[in-house]
C-alpha cells in the first residue's frame, strides 16, 4: 500500500507560470515532509521541507503548502524557468524517526516549455 | 567538496555473480544510507547506518549486505546478483537522523 502518492506522473508548465506539483500521504503520523529535484543521471538534491506545525514554508521561488486534514501537500514554483525541468520526489517522515523512516513517493517529471 | 561519492558509476553482472557498491562522504556525516530506484517507483530504502559501527535494515534489505567501514565509507554487497536487482542504487548522508539527505550520483547496475 503506497503511503505517499504522487498522483501525476508529468506536468508541463510553460515558462515563467506557475508549477503545482501535489502529493498525498495516508498515515496520519507523518509529520515532515520533504521535496526532492532530481536531474537525469545525478542523484535527488534537497529542496524544500515543511514541519507538520506549519501550513506553509517559502524559500525563494519555492514554497510548500500542507494541508494536514486532506493529508495533502504541494510544491509551488513561480516563476518557472528552464532548470526547473526536472523529476521532483515526495518524501514523509514518522513522527520521531529520521532519514530511515522516510517515505518517497514515485515521482513527478516536471517539464518547462520555453 | 566532492560531496557523496559513488564508484562504479556502471556495471553489468551476470545473474549469480557477485560486487560491491562503493560509497564515500567528506561532509562528516554520521548517518548513511543505500537506496535503490526502480522505473515508476520512488527511492526505496536497502539498509541504513545511523552512525559508525551500526547498521540497520531498511525497506527492501533481501539480497544485500552493507559494512560501515569507519565514518567516510559505506558499502554494499551483492553476493548472487540476480536480474530483479538491476536497479539504480544510490548512496546517500546526513548530518543527524533528521536531517535532509544529500545524495551521490548513483550506480546504474545491470543483471542478465
Known amino acids: 500500500d503506497q503511503q505517499v502518492k504522487q498522483n501525476s506522473p508529468s506536468l508541463s508548465v510553460q515558462e515563467g507560470r506557475i508549477s503545482i506539483l501535489n502529493c498525498d500521504y495516508t498515515?496520519?503520523?507523518?509529520?515532515?515532509f520533504l521535496w526532492y529535484k532530481k536531474y537525469p543521471a545525478e542523484g535527488p538534491t534537497f529542496l524544500i521541507s515543511?514541519?507538520?506545525?506549519?501550513d506553509k514554508n517559502e524559500d525563494g521561488r519555492f514554497t510548500v503548502f500542507l494541508n494536514k486534514s486532506a493529508k495533502h501537500l504541494s510544491l509551488h514554483i513561480v516563476p518557472s524557468q528552464p532548470g526547473d525541468s526536472a523529476v521532483y520526489f515526495c518524501?514523509?517522515?514518522?513522527?520521531?524517526?529520521?532519514?530511515?523512516?522516510?517515505?518517497f513517493g514515485k515521482g513527478t517529471h516536471l517539464i518547462i516549455q520555453p | 567538496n566532492a560531496g557523496v561519492t559513488q564508484t562504479p558509476k556502471f556495471q553489468v553482472l551476470k545473474t549469480g555473480q557477485s560486487m560491491t557498491l562503493q560509497c564515500a562522504q567528506d561532509?562528516?556525516?554520521?548517518?548513511m544510507y543505500w537506496y535503490r530506484q526502480d522505473p515508476g517507483m520512488g527511492l526505496r530504502l536497502i539498509y541504513y547506518?545511523?552512525?559508525?559501527?551500526?547498521?540497520d535494515k531498511g525497506e527492501v534489505p533481501n539480497g544485500y549486505n552493507v559494512s560501515r567501514l569507519n565514518k567516510r565509507e559505506f558499502s554494499l554487497r551483492l553476493e548472487s546478483a540476480a536480474p530483479s536487482q538491476t536497479s539504480v542504487y544510490f548512496c546517500?548522508?546526513?548530518?543527524?537522523?533528521?536531517?535532509?539527505?544529500?545524495f551521490g550520483n548513483g550506480t546504474r547496475l545491470t543483471v542478465t
Open positions: 518524501a514523509a517522515s514518522l513522527s520521531g524517526g529520521g532519514a530511515d523512516g522516510l517515505t
Open positions: 498515515n496520519s503520523m507523518f509529520d515532515y
Open positions: 561532509m562528516n556525516h554520521n548517518s
Open positions: 547506518s545511523a552512525s559508525e559501527g551500526t547498521t
Open positions: 546517500a548522508s546526513s548530518e543527524a537522523r533528521v536531517s535532509p539527505l544529500h
Open positions: 515543511i514541519s507538520s506545525i506549519k
